[in-house]
């Protein structure tokens, strides 16, 4: 199970740290990721990371700003988000899953376990 939180309001410019918190399996095996959903729009893979850490990846939208990270012994995933947009608005979801990163998420289709997703709202 995989449970994401720390979404929120805040304003254009402002920062916001998601989770996630895995149990019943260890992450450490697993590709990690966060997506993002608006309204009206496809689900789409913002940050992932593969299973040793090594490898990173993020839509050309949020380089610079957004930051993917695993805890292993918190089997625990965040991303941190700094100088969030308006068009960073949307439903954001934790998955795993056996995919690899290579040059960018797997498709959601490839990912195994999913969170229930945290809301992210910005104001402008």
């Known amino acids: 199970q995989l449970q994401a939180y720390g979404g929120g309001l805040v304003q254009a410019g402002g920062s916001l740290r998601l989770s996630c918190a895995v149990s019943g399996f260890t992450l450490n095996y697993y590709t990690i990721g966060w997506f993002r959903q608006a309204p009206g729009k496809e689900r789409e893979g913002v940050s992932c990371?593969?299973?040793?850490?090594?490898?990173?990846s993020y839509i050309d939208s949020v380089k610079g700003r957004f930051t993917i990270s695993r805890d292993y012994a918190k089997n625990t995933m965040y991303l941190q988000m700094t100088s969030l947009k308006p068009e960073d608005a949307a439903v954001y979801y934790c998955a795993a899953g056996r995919r690899r990163v290579v040059g960018s998420c797997p498709r959601p289709d490839d990912m195994k376990y999913w969170g229930a997703g945290t809301l992210v709202t910005v104001s402008s």
């Open positions: 990371i593969n299973s040793s850490g090594g490898t990173t």
